[in-house]
Protein backbone atom coordinates (compact mmCIF):
# COMPACT_ATOMS: atom_id res chain seq x y z
CA UNK A 1 0.00 0.00 0.00
CA UNK A 2 1.71 3.33 -1.13
CA UNK A 3 -0.57 6.17 0.69
CA UNK A 4 0.24 10.06 -0.13
CA UNK A 5 -1.04 12.59 1.05
CA UNK A 6 -0.95 16.36 0.09
CA UNK A 7 -2.40 19.41 2.09
CA UNK A 8 -2.45 23.09 0.49
CA UNK A 9 -3.61 26.25 1.30
CA UNK A 10 -4.30 28.79 -1.75
CA UNK A 11 -4.95 32.30 -1.81
CA UNK A 12 -5.79 34.76 -4.23
CA UNK A 13 -5.63 38.59 -4.70
CA UNK A 14 -7.31 39.72 -8.18
CA UNK A 15 -7.67 43.02 -9.11
CA UNK A 16 -10.78 42.79 -10.68
CA UNK A 17 -13.53 40.53 -9.64
CA UNK A 18 -13.54 36.77 -11.14
CA UNK A 19 -16.11 34.41 -11.52
CA UNK A 20 -16.32 31.81 -8.98
CA UNK A 21 -16.16 28.24 -11.43
CA UNK A 22 -19.78 27.32 -10.76
CA UNK A 23 -21.11 30.54 -10.58
CA UNK A 24 -22.31 33.61 -12.93
CA UNK A 25 -21.86 37.01 -12.25
CA UNK A 26 -23.79 40.50 -13.24
CA UNK A 27 -21.77 43.92 -13.59
CA UNK A 28 -22.48 47.29 -14.87
CA UNK A 29 -23.50 51.00 -14.08
CA UNK A 30 -26.37 52.68 -13.14
CA UNK A 31 -26.40 56.22 -14.32
CA UNK A 32 -28.33 59.28 -15.19
CA UNK A 33 -28.87 60.34 -18.90
CA UNK A 34 -25.57 62.78 -18.41
CA UNK A 35 -23.96 59.43 -18.02
CA UNK A 36 -23.13 60.77 -14.33
CA UNK A 37 -22.72 57.49 -12.18
CA UNK A 38 -25.59 56.71 -9.20
CA UNK A 39 -24.29 55.93 -5.75
CA UNK A 40 -26.51 53.57 -3.53
CA UNK A 41 -28.96 52.44 -6.12
CA UNK A 42 -30.61 49.69 -5.20
CA UNK A 43 -30.38 46.34 -7.22
CA UNK A 44 -32.57 43.44 -7.01
CA UNK A 45 -31.58 39.91 -8.66
CA UNK A 46 -34.44 37.69 -9.03
CA UNK A 47 -34.20 33.76 -10.01
CA UNK A 48 -37.26 33.60 -12.19
CA UNK A 49 -37.89 30.10 -12.08
CA UNK A 50 -37.30 29.76 -7.74
CA UNK A 51 -37.60 32.89 -6.78
CA UNK A 52 -34.32 33.44 -4.95
CA UNK A 53 -33.25 36.94 -4.07
CA UNK A 54 -30.38 39.24 -3.87
CA UNK A 55 -29.56 42.61 -3.25
CA UNK A 56 -26.72 44.90 -3.66
CA UNK A 57 -25.95 48.65 -4.00
CA UNK A 58 -24.31 50.51 -6.16
CA UNK A 59 -21.02 52.41 -5.18
CA UNK A 60 -20.46 55.72 -4.88
CA UNK A 61 -19.47 56.01 -8.68
CA UNK A 62 -22.76 53.85 -9.59
CA UNK A 63 -20.47 50.20 -10.11
CA UNK A 64 -22.87 46.65 -8.97
CA UNK A 65 -21.20 43.97 -9.00
CA UNK A 66 -23.94 40.33 -7.91
CA UNK A 67 -21.85 38.06 -7.91
CA UNK A 68 -22.10 34.19 -6.83
CA UNK A 69 -25.13 33.32 -8.99
CA UNK A 70 -26.23 30.12 -10.08
CA UNK A 71 -26.90 30.17 -13.97
CA UNK A 72 -30.31 30.34 -15.26
CA UNK A 73 -32.60 33.61 -16.23
CA UNK A 74 -33.15 36.29 -13.88
CA UNK A 75 -35.06 39.46 -13.34
CA UNK A 76 -32.61 42.57 -12.71
CA UNK A 77 -34.40 45.90 -10.94
CA UNK A 78 -32.83 48.99 -10.24
CA UNK A 79 -34.11 51.74 -8.06
CA UNK A 80 -33.14 54.68 -7.26
CA UNK A 81 -34.87 58.23 -5.32
CA UNK A 82 -36.33 60.22 -7.79
CA UNK A 83 -35.85 57.80 -10.82
CA UNK A 84 -38.31 55.62 -12.45
CA UNK A 85 -37.36 51.76 -11.66
CA UNK A 86 -35.86 49.79 -14.50
CA UNK A 87 -36.72 46.25 -14.95
CA UNK A 88 -34.87 43.90 -17.26
CA UNK A 89 -36.49 40.34 -17.41
CA UNK A 90 -34.66 36.97 -18.69
CA UNK A 91 -30.95 37.85 -18.81
CA UNK A 92 -29.80 34.52 -19.17
CA UNK A 93 -26.63 34.29 -16.11
CA UNK A 94 -24.05 31.25 -17.13
CA UNK A 95 -21.42 29.26 -15.50
CA UNK A 96 -18.01 31.22 -15.61
CA UNK A 97 -19.67 34.32 -17.23
CA UNK A 98 -18.85 37.81 -15.94
CA UNK A 99 -21.59 39.55 -18.25
CA UNK A 100 -22.30 43.40 -18.10
CA UNK A 101 -25.55 44.76 -17.84
CA UNK A 102 -25.52 48.39 -17.35
CA UNK A 103 -28.67 51.03 -16.79
CA UNK A 104 -29.59 54.16 -17.66
CA UNK A 105 -32.56 55.75 -15.39
CA UNK A 106 -34.59 58.54 -16.50
CA UNK A 107 -35.93 60.98 -13.68
CA UNK A 108 -39.59 60.49 -11.98
CA UNK A 109 -41.09 58.31 -9.41
CA UNK A 110 -40.09 55.25 -7.88
CA UNK A 111 -43.41 53.75 -8.67
CA UNK A 112 -43.12 54.69 -12.03
CA UNK A 113 -41.36 51.44 -14.49
CA UNK A 114 -39.47 51.30 -17.40
CA UNK A 115 -39.13 47.64 -18.36
CA UNK A 116 -36.16 47.01 -21.17
CA UNK A 117 -37.13 43.95 -23.72
CA UNK A 118 -34.20 44.16 -25.71
CA UNK A 119 -32.32 41.13 -25.52
CA UNK A 120 -28.52 41.76 -25.33
CA UNK A 121 -26.30 39.06 -25.38
CA UNK A 122 -24.43 38.24 -22.59
CA UNK A 123 -20.46 39.04 -23.09
CA UNK A 124 -17.90 38.07 -20.52
CA UNK A 125 -16.09 41.26 -21.18
CA UNK A 126 -14.60 41.64 -17.62
CA UNK A 127 -11.30 38.88 -18.26
CA UNK A 128 -9.43 37.51 -20.72
CA UNK A 129 -10.29 33.32 -20.37
CA UNK A 130 -11.18 32.11 -23.02
CA UNK A 131 -14.02 29.27 -23.34
CA UNK A 132 -17.41 27.67 -24.52
CA UNK A 133 -20.99 27.48 -22.66
CA UNK A 134 -22.55 24.25 -23.35
CA UNK A 135 -26.47 25.29 -22.19
CA UNK A 136 -29.24 22.99 -20.78
CA UNK A 137 -30.86 22.69 -24.37
CA UNK A 138 -27.88 21.33 -26.13
CA UNK A 139 -26.77 19.20 -23.33
CA UNK A 140 -30.74 17.45 -23.43
CA UNK A 141 -31.74 17.86 -26.88
CA UNK A 142 -28.68 16.80 -29.13
CA UNK A 143 -28.34 13.08 -29.73
CA UNK A 144 -25.32 11.68 -27.55
CA UNK A 145 -24.20 7.69 -27.85
CA UNK A 146 -25.01 6.85 -24.08
CA UNK A 147 -26.14 10.19 -22.67
CA UNK A 148 -22.49 11.14 -21.92
CA UNK A 149 -21.88 14.81 -22.10
CA UNK A 150 -18.34 14.81 -21.95
CA UNK A 151 -18.84 14.31 -25.56
CA UNK A 152 -20.10 17.89 -26.64
CA UNK A 153 -16.97 18.88 -25.31
CA UNK A 154 -15.68 18.61 -28.89
CA UNK A 155 -18.02 21.23 -30.06
CA UNK A 156 -15.68 23.96 -28.29
CA UNK A 157 -13.01 24.71 -30.65
CA UNK A 158 -9.12 24.08 -29.86
CA UNK A 159 -10.38 20.39 -28.87
CA UNK A 160 -9.85 17.02 -30.28
CA UNK A 161 -11.68 13.72 -29.26
CA UNK A 162 -11.36 11.84 -32.36
CA UNK A 163 -8.25 9.96 -31.33
CA UNK A 164 -7.82 6.61 -29.23
CA UNK A 165 -7.56 6.91 -26.09
CA UNK A 166 -3.91 6.26 -24.46
CA UNK A 167 -1.90 5.38 -21.56
CA UNK A 168 -2.86 2.68 -19.13
CA UNK A 169 -5.56 4.18 -17.16
CA UNK A 170 -7.73 2.18 -19.07
CA UNK A 171 -6.71 -0.77 -18.00
CA UNK A 172 -6.82 0.07 -14.62
CA UNK A 173 -10.11 2.14 -13.99
CA UNK A 174 -13.09 1.25 -14.73
CA UNK A 175 -16.40 2.71 -16.29
CA UNK A 176 -15.59 5.36 -19.08
CA UNK A 177 -13.46 7.24 -17.19
CA UNK A 178 -10.28 5.75 -18.99
CA UNK A 179 -11.42 5.96 -22.70
CA UNK A 180 -12.46 9.69 -22.83
CA UNK A 181 -10.07 10.62 -25.65
CA UNK A 182 -10.49 14.57 -24.96
CA UNK A 183 -7.35 16.66 -25.76
CA UNK A 184 -8.22 20.38 -25.39
CA UNK A 185 -5.35 22.93 -26.48
CA UNK A 186 -2.73 20.33 -27.41
CA UNK A 187 -2.31 18.76 -24.41
CA UNK A 188 -2.13 15.16 -23.56
CA UNK A 189 -5.64 13.78 -22.79
CA UNK A 190 -5.49 13.17 -19.18
CA UNK A 191 -4.08 16.70 -18.11
CA UNK A 192 -7.57 18.14 -17.88
CA UNK A 193 -9.70 19.10 -14.64
CA UNK A 194 -12.88 18.93 -14.03
CA UNK A 195 -15.19 20.91 -11.28
CA UNK A 196 -18.79 19.80 -10.60
CA UNK A 197 -20.93 22.93 -8.67
CA UNK A 198 -17.83 24.56 -7.84
CA UNK A 199 -15.59 21.25 -5.77
CA UNK A 200 -12.78 19.51 -7.51
CA UNK A 201 -14.00 16.35 -9.53
CA UNK A 202 -11.31 15.00 -9.98
CA UNK A 203 -8.98 12.03 -9.46
CA UNK A 204 -5.95 12.72 -7.96
CA UNK A 205 -4.62 9.86 -9.56
CA UNK A 206 -5.10 10.08 -13.03
CA UNK A 207 -7.24 13.18 -13.47
CA UNK A 208 -10.20 11.67 -14.51
CA UNK A 209 -13.63 12.38 -13.40
CA UNK A 210 -14.72 11.05 -10.35
CA UNK A 211 -18.94 12.28 -10.75
CA UNK A 212 -20.31 12.39 -14.43
CA UNK A 213 -24.01 13.39 -14.05
CA UNK A 214 -26.96 12.05 -16.16
CA UNK A 215 -27.72 14.68 -18.53
CA UNK A 216 -30.97 14.98 -16.66
CA UNK A 217 -29.32 16.62 -13.65
CA UNK A 218 -27.07 18.89 -15.62
CA UNK A 219 -27.97 22.75 -15.98
CA UNK A 220 -24.63 23.40 -18.20
CA UNK A 221 -21.01 23.08 -18.33
CA UNK A 222 -18.19 24.99 -19.43
CA UNK A 223 -15.01 24.17 -21.21
CA UNK A 224 -12.42 26.39 -20.31
CA UNK A 225 -8.75 27.65 -21.74
CA UNK A 226 -6.51 30.27 -22.13
CA UNK A 227 -5.50 32.73 -19.58
CA UNK A 228 -7.96 32.51 -16.12
CA UNK A 229 -7.88 33.28 -12.97
CA UNK A 230 -5.56 32.09 -9.88
CA UNK A 231 -8.71 29.78 -8.02
CA UNK A 232 -8.76 27.57 -11.23
CA UNK A 233 -4.89 26.77 -11.01
CA UNK A 234 -4.87 23.30 -11.47
CA UNK A 235 -4.52 22.60 -15.34
CA UNK A 236 -4.46 24.13 -18.65
CA UNK A 237 -7.69 23.13 -19.14
CA UNK A 238 -10.82 22.77 -17.22
CA UNK A 239 -14.70 21.14 -17.51
CA UNK A 240 -16.48 22.86 -15.07
CA UNK A 241 -20.20 21.84 -14.51
CA UNK A 242 -23.44 22.42 -12.67
CA UNK A 243 -26.50 20.63 -11.63
CA UNK A 244 -29.67 22.34 -11.78
CA UNK A 245 -31.75 23.33 -9.00
CA UNK A 246 -35.24 23.00 -8.04
CA UNK A 247 -37.73 25.63 -8.44
CA UNK A 248 -41.18 26.39 -7.67
CA UNK A 249 -43.00 24.60 -10.48
CA UNK A 250 -42.68 20.92 -10.04
CA UNK A 251 -41.16 18.79 -12.43
CA UNK A 252 -40.50 15.64 -13.19
CA UNK A 253 -40.05 13.01 -15.80
CA UNK A 254 -39.89 8.79 -16.50
CA UNK A 255 -37.06 8.05 -19.54
CA UNK A 256 -35.44 4.62 -20.96
CA UNK A 257 -33.65 4.53 -23.72
CA UNK A 258 -32.89 1.48 -25.18
CA UNK A 259 -30.40 0.41 -28.29
CA UNK A 260 -29.21 -3.24 -29.51
CA UNK A 261 -28.36 -5.10 -32.52
CA UNK A 262 -31.31 -5.07 -34.69
CA UNK A 263 -30.31 -2.15 -36.91
CA UNK A 264 -26.44 -2.22 -36.64
CA UNK A 265 -24.57 -3.90 -38.88
CA UNK A 266 -22.58 -7.28 -38.06
CA UNK A 267 -18.97 -6.99 -36.73
CA UNK A 268 -15.75 -7.15 -38.68
CA UNK A 269 -14.64 -10.44 -39.50
CA UNK A 270 -17.54 -11.59 -37.69
CA UNK A 271 -18.24 -15.24 -37.99
CA UNK A 272 -21.94 -16.62 -37.92
CA UNK A 273 -24.23 -13.25 -37.73
CA UNK A 274 -24.44 -10.25 -35.76
CA UNK A 275 -23.58 -10.64 -32.16
CA UNK A 276 -26.20 -10.06 -29.48
CA UNK A 277 -26.12 -6.38 -27.86
CA UNK A 278 -28.60 -4.58 -25.68
CA UNK A 279 -28.21 -1.54 -23.72
CA UNK A 280 -30.64 -0.43 -21.45
CA UNK A 281 -30.44 3.61 -20.14
CA UNK A 282 -33.56 4.25 -17.33
CA UNK A 283 -34.20 6.54 -14.42
CA UNK A 284 -36.39 9.51 -13.12
CA UNK A 285 -35.58 12.85 -12.26
CA UNK A 286 -37.87 15.45 -10.22
CA UNK A 287 -37.14 18.98 -9.11
CA UNK A 288 -39.85 21.52 -6.96
CA UNK A 289 -40.53 23.36 -4.39
CA UNK A 290 -40.40 22.13 -0.47
CA UNK A 291 -41.38 25.60 0.85
CA UNK A 292 -42.10 28.25 -2.09
CA UNK A 293 -39.34 31.00 -2.43
CA UNK A 294 -37.08 29.61 0.27
CA UNK A 295 -36.80 25.70 -0.01
CA UNK A 296 -36.02 23.74 -3.30
CA UNK A 297 -34.86 19.99 -4.37
CA UNK A 298 -33.84 17.58 -7.17
CA UNK A 299 -33.64 14.03 -7.43
CA UNK A 300 -31.76 11.97 -10.10
CA UNK A 301 -31.26 8.70 -10.72
CA UNK A 302 -29.78 7.09 -13.67
CA UNK A 303 -28.66 2.81 -14.21
CA UNK A 304 -27.11 1.42 -17.31
CA UNK A 305 -27.51 -2.28 -18.26
CA UNK A 306 -25.21 -2.61 -21.29
CA UNK A 307 -24.29 -6.16 -22.42
CA UNK A 308 -22.46 -6.34 -25.54
CA UNK A 309 -20.90 -10.24 -26.81
CA UNK A 310 -17.69 -9.47 -29.02
CA UNK A 311 -16.16 -12.67 -30.90
CA UNK A 312 -12.66 -13.60 -29.93
CA UNK A 313 -10.34 -15.66 -32.02
CA UNK A 314 -7.27 -17.08 -30.87
CA UNK A 315 -4.91 -19.82 -32.11
CA UNK A 316 -4.51 -22.69 -29.50
CA UNK A 317 -2.39 -25.37 -29.71
CA UNK A 318 -4.73 -28.73 -31.56
CA UNK A 319 -5.50 -31.54 -29.31
CA UNK A 320 -2.89 -34.21 -30.69
CA UNK A 321 -0.30 -31.22 -29.54
CA UNK A 322 -1.40 -31.52 -26.33
CA UNK A 323 -0.96 -34.77 -25.95
CA UNK A 324 2.46 -34.58 -27.39
CA UNK A 325 1.61 -36.02 -30.96
CA UNK A 326 3.68 -34.02 -33.78
CA UNK A 327 3.13 -36.79 -36.06
CA UNK A 328 1.56 -34.29 -38.76
CA UNK A 329 4.11 -31.77 -38.35
CA UNK A 330 7.13 -31.26 -40.79
CA UNK A 331 9.32 -30.20 -37.65
CA UNK A 332 11.68 -33.03 -36.09
CA UNK A 333 10.93 -33.22 -32.53
CA UNK A 334 14.40 -34.29 -30.85
CA UNK A 335 14.88 -36.58 -27.57
CA UNK A 336 16.93 -34.18 -25.10
CA UNK A 337 17.79 -37.49 -22.97
CA UNK A 338 19.56 -38.62 -26.09
CA UNK A 339 21.88 -36.13 -26.59
CA UNK A 340 25.98 -36.49 -27.03
CA UNK A 341 28.18 -34.05 -26.08
CA UNK A 342 31.82 -32.95 -27.16
CA UNK A 343 35.04 -31.91 -24.88
CA UNK A 344 33.81 -28.40 -24.75
CA UNK A 345 30.06 -29.75 -23.77
CA UNK A 346 28.54 -28.42 -26.95
CA UNK A 347 25.98 -30.91 -28.04
CA UNK A 348 26.39 -32.73 -31.16
CA UNK A 349 23.65 -35.23 -32.08
CA UNK A 350 20.31 -36.53 -31.18
CA UNK A 351 17.77 -39.32 -31.52
CA UNK A 352 13.86 -37.87 -32.85
CA UNK A 353 10.94 -39.21 -30.85
CA UNK A 354 9.58 -42.31 -32.89
CA UNK A 355 7.23 -41.18 -35.03
CA UNK A 356 7.65 -37.45 -33.89
CA UNK A 357 5.62 -38.42 -30.83
CA UNK A 358 6.67 -37.52 -27.18
CA UNK A 359 5.49 -40.22 -24.50
CA UNK A 360 3.12 -38.93 -21.97
CA UNK A 361 5.42 -40.57 -19.20
CA UNK A 362 7.70 -37.30 -20.44
CA UNK A 363 5.58 -34.41 -20.53
CA UNK A 364 6.46 -31.82 -17.71
CA UNK A 365 3.97 -32.74 -14.83
CA UNK A 366 3.79 -28.46 -14.55
CA UNK A 367 2.89 -27.95 -18.23
CA UNK A 368 0.49 -30.81 -18.13
CA UNK A 369 -1.02 -28.75 -14.66
CA UNK A 370 -0.83 -25.86 -16.73
CA UNK A 371 -3.23 -27.73 -19.51
CA UNK A 372 -6.43 -26.20 -17.09
CA UNK A 373 -6.37 -22.96 -18.06
CA UNK A 374 -4.96 -23.29 -21.45
CA UNK A 375 -8.49 -24.42 -23.95
CA UNK A 376 -8.75 -27.02 -25.98
CA UNK A 377 -9.42 -25.91 -30.24
CA UNK A 378 -12.73 -25.31 -31.27
CA UNK A 379 -12.13 -25.83 -34.82
CA UNK A 380 -11.25 -29.35 -35.27
CA UNK A 381 -7.57 -30.13 -37.64
CA UNK A 382 -4.29 -29.14 -37.07
CA UNK A 383 -4.29 -25.81 -38.75
CA UNK A 384 -3.79 -23.01 -35.52
CA UNK A 385 -5.00 -19.36 -37.20
CA UNK A 386 -8.13 -18.65 -35.57
CA UNK A 387 -8.85 -22.13 -34.42
CA UNK A 388 -10.51 -21.01 -31.01
CA UNK A 389 -13.40 -18.96 -31.15
CA UNK A 390 -15.30 -17.66 -28.01
CA UNK A 391 -18.59 -15.48 -27.35
CA UNK A 392 -17.56 -13.18 -25.24
CA UNK A 393 -20.64 -11.59 -23.11
CA UNK A 394 -19.17 -7.94 -21.88
CA UNK A 395 -21.49 -6.55 -19.04
CA UNK A 396 -20.64 -2.82 -18.55
CA UNK A 397 -23.30 -1.91 -15.64
CA UNK A 398 -23.48 1.59 -13.28
CA UNK A 399 -26.28 3.31 -11.13
CA UNK A 400 -26.06 7.02 -10.21
CA UNK A 401 -28.02 9.11 -7.96
CA UNK A 402 -27.62 12.70 -7.56
CA UNK A 403 -29.60 14.78 -4.56
CA UNK A 404 -29.67 18.42 -4.49
CA UNK A 405 -31.31 20.84 -2.11
CA UNK A 406 -31.40 24.83 -2.40
CA UNK A 407 -32.12 27.06 0.80
CA UNK A 408 -33.62 31.00 0.84
CA UNK A 409 -32.41 31.85 4.22
CA UNK A 410 -33.08 35.54 3.67
CA UNK A 411 -32.33 38.32 1.24
CA UNK A 412 -28.38 37.94 2.67
CA UNK A 413 -27.89 34.60 2.80
CA UNK A 414 -28.42 31.73 0.33
CA UNK A 415 -27.07 27.92 0.55
CA UNK A 416 -27.28 24.62 -1.86
CA UNK A 417 -26.04 21.24 -1.30
CA UNK A 418 -25.48 18.43 -3.14
CA UNK A 419 -24.59 14.31 -2.95
CA UNK A 420 -24.23 12.05 -5.65
CA UNK A 421 -23.63 8.33 -5.68
CA UNK A 422 -22.34 6.27 -8.42
CA UNK A 423 -21.10 2.42 -8.99
CA UNK A 424 -19.54 1.37 -12.28
CA UNK A 425 -18.93 -2.28 -12.99
CA UNK A 426 -17.23 -3.63 -15.96
CA UNK A 427 -15.78 -6.93 -17.33
CA UNK A 428 -12.53 -7.23 -18.81
CA UNK A 429 -12.34 -9.40 -21.77
CA UNK A 430 -9.45 -11.56 -22.74
CA UNK A 431 -8.89 -14.63 -25.14
CA UNK A 432 -9.50 -17.27 -22.69
CA UNK A 433 -12.44 -16.76 -20.01
CA UNK A 434 -10.31 -18.06 -16.95
CA UNK A 435 -8.35 -14.85 -18.31
CA UNK A 436 -10.40 -12.17 -17.13
CA UNK A 437 -11.70 -10.23 -14.19
CA UNK A 438 -13.62 -7.16 -13.50
CA UNK A 439 -13.41 -3.14 -12.42
CA UNK A 440 -15.82 -2.25 -9.90
CA UNK A 441 -15.83 1.75 -8.84
CA UNK A 442 -17.73 2.95 -6.00
CA UNK A 443 -17.74 6.83 -5.87
CA UNK A 444 -19.27 9.62 -3.61
CA UNK A 445 -19.43 13.07 -3.85
CA UNK A 446 -20.91 15.98 -0.97
CA UNK A 447 -20.36 19.61 -0.86
CA UNK A 448 -22.21 22.66 0.08
CA UNK A 449 -22.18 26.40 -0.44
CA UNK A 450 -23.47 29.51 1.26
CA UNK A 451 -23.48 32.53 -0.57
CA UNK A 452 -23.87 35.73 1.93
CA UNK A 453 -24.34 39.68 1.38
CA UNK A 454 -21.79 40.90 4.25
CA UNK A 455 -22.79 44.71 3.20
CA UNK A 456 -24.25 46.09 -0.14
CA UNK A 457 -21.27 46.05 -1.85
CA UNK A 458 -19.36 43.26 -0.05
CA UNK A 459 -20.01 39.68 -0.83
CA UNK A 460 -18.98 36.19 0.33
CA UNK A 461 -19.23 32.72 -0.70
CA UNK A 462 -17.68 29.65 1.24
CA UNK A 463 -17.79 26.01 0.09
CA UNK A 464 -16.73 22.67 1.22
CA UNK A 465 -16.28 19.30 -0.93
CA UNK A 466 -15.21 15.69 -0.15
CA UNK A 467 -14.60 13.22 -3.02
CA UNK A 468 -14.22 9.22 -2.25
CA UNK A 469 -13.24 7.07 -4.64
CA UNK A 470 -12.33 3.35 -4.60
CA UNK A 471 -11.29 1.57 -7.33
CA UNK A 472 -10.71 -2.39 -7.50
CA UNK A 473 -9.55 -4.23 -10.37
CA UNK A 474 -9.44 -7.81 -9.73
CA UNK A 475 -8.86 -10.69 -11.66
CA UNK A 476 -10.61 -13.89 -12.44
CA UNK A 477 -8.45 -16.18 -8.74
CA UNK A 478 -8.48 -13.51 -6.46
CA UNK A 479 -9.30 -14.45 -3.18
CA UNK A 480 -10.30 -17.91 -4.56
CA UNK A 481 -7.21 -19.86 -6.22
CA UNK A 482 -3.85 -19.57 -5.22
CA UNK A 483 -2.74 -21.06 -8.07
CA UNK A 484 0.82 -20.40 -8.28
CA UNK A 485 1.36 -22.26 -5.25
CA UNK A 486 -0.25 -25.09 -6.76
CA UNK A 487 1.91 -25.44 -9.43
CA UNK A 488 4.96 -25.68 -7.65
CA UNK A 489 7.28 -23.68 -10.07
CA UNK A 490 10.66 -22.93 -8.38
CA UNK A 491 11.42 -19.10 -8.07
CA UNK A 492 7.53 -18.58 -8.23
CA UNK A 493 6.47 -16.34 -4.74
CA UNK A 494 2.82 -17.04 -3.58
CA UNK A 495 1.61 -13.05 -3.58
CA UNK A 496 -1.39 -11.56 -1.70
CA UNK A 497 -5.02 -13.21 -1.77
CA UNK A 498 -6.38 -10.14 -4.31
CA UNK A 499 -3.47 -11.33 -6.61
CA UNK A 500 -3.64 -14.78 -6.91
CA UNK A 501 -3.92 -16.31 -10.34
CA UNK A 502 -2.02 -17.69 -13.01
CA UNK A 503 1.22 -16.91 -14.26
CA UNK A 504 1.48 -15.32 -17.50
CA UNK A 505 2.50 -18.02 -19.92
CA UNK A 506 4.47 -16.54 -23.82
CA UNK A 507 4.12 -19.01 -26.14
CA UNK A 508 5.81 -18.72 -29.73
CA UNK A 509 5.25 -20.15 -32.99
CA UNK A 510 1.91 -18.05 -33.85
CA UNK A 511 0.17 -19.46 -30.68
CA UNK A 512 -1.90 -17.20 -28.43
CA UNK A 513 0.12 -16.68 -24.99
CA UNK A 514 -2.44 -17.66 -21.45
CA UNK A 515 -2.63 -17.18 -18.55
CA UNK A 516 -3.79 -13.90 -16.25
CA UNK A 517 -1.96 -10.65 -17.51
CA UNK A 518 0.51 -8.98 -15.80
CA UNK A 519 -2.09 -5.98 -15.32
CA UNK A 520 -3.28 -6.33 -11.44
CA UNK A 521 -4.86 -6.22 -8.97
CA UNK A 522 -5.01 -2.41 -8.77
CA UNK A 523 -7.00 -1.32 -5.87
CA UNK A 524 -7.00 2.49 -5.23
CA UNK A 525 -8.93 4.40 -2.05
CA UNK A 526 -8.17 8.02 -3.17
CA UNK A 527 -10.05 11.30 -1.16
CA UNK A 528 -10.07 14.67 -1.52
CA UNK A 529 -11.17 17.27 0.80
CA UNK A 530 -11.68 21.03 0.34
CA UNK A 531 -12.62 24.18 1.79
CA UNK A 532 -12.84 27.38 0.06
CA UNK A 533 -13.84 30.90 0.45
CA UNK A 534 -14.21 34.02 -2.10
CA UNK A 535 -14.77 37.50 -1.16
CA UNK A 536 -15.94 40.72 -3.58
CA UNK A 537 -15.75 43.81 -2.72
CA UNK A 538 -17.27 46.40 -4.90
CA UNK A 539 -15.23 50.08 -4.16
CA UNK A 540 -15.75 53.26 -6.57
CA UNK A 541 -15.05 52.37 -10.09
CA UNK A 542 -13.08 49.04 -9.10
CA UNK A 543 -13.96 45.47 -7.97
CA UNK A 544 -11.46 43.74 -5.66
CA UNK A 545 -11.62 40.17 -5.27
CA UNK A 546 -9.59 37.70 -2.89
CA UNK A 547 -10.17 33.98 -1.46
CA UNK A 548 -8.16 30.96 -0.29
CA UNK A 549 -8.27 26.82 -0.75
CA UNK A 550 -7.59 24.46 2.34
CA UNK A 551 -6.89 21.40 0.77
CA UNK A 552 -6.23 17.35 1.39
CA UNK A 553 -5.81 14.78 -0.78
CA UNK A 554 -5.14 11.45 0.09
CA UNK A 555 -3.58 8.52 -2.77
CA UNK A 556 -3.76 5.47 -1.39
CA UNK A 557 -2.78 2.93 -3.92
CA UNK A 558 -1.86 -1.04 -4.56
CA UNK A 559 -0.83 -2.84 -7.20
CA UNK A 560 1.59 -4.88 -8.86
CA UNK A 561 2.33 -5.76 -12.74
CA UNK A 562 3.81 -9.27 -12.47
CA UNK A 563 2.52 -10.57 -9.14
CA UNK A 564 2.26 -14.04 -10.52
CA UNK A 565 5.39 -14.02 -12.66
CA UNK A 566 5.53 -14.31 -16.44
CA UNK A 567 7.47 -17.17 -18.18
CA UNK A 568 8.65 -16.94 -22.07
Not at 230 to 243: D, L, M, V
Not at 262 to 275: C, H, I, P, S, T
Not at 399 to 405: A, G, M
Not at 438 to 447: A, E
Amino acid sequence: MLPIIRCGVFITLAAAALSAQTFGELSGTVTDRSQAGIGAARIRVTNQASGLLRQVETSGAGVYRVGFLTPGRYEVTVESDGFKKATRRDVDVQIDVVARLDFALEIGQVTETVEVNEQIPMVNSENAAVGTVIDNKRIVELPLNGRNFLQMVALSPNVSAEMRASGHVDSRQGGERGRQSISIAGQRQFFNRFTLDGVENTDVNYNTYVIRPSIEALQEFKIQTGIYSAEFGRATSQINATTKSGGNAFHGALFHFLRNDKLDAAEWQQRDGKNPFRRNQYGFVGSGRVIRDRLFFLSNFEGQRDTRTLQGLANVAPSAWRQGNFSGQPTVIFDPNSRTFNDAGRALTALPFPGNRIPTDRLNSVARRLLEFYPEATVPGENIVANFVRQRKRPLNSDQFTQRFDFQESSRSSWFGRFSLAEDFERRLESFEVQEGGVDVKVFQTMISNTRTLSPTVLNETRFGYNRFDNDLILHFANRRDVTQELGIRGLVSPPANAWGTPAIQLGGGLTGFGESGNGPWIYRNRTMQFLNNTSVVRGKHTLRFGGEMRRDIYAAEGNTVARGRLY
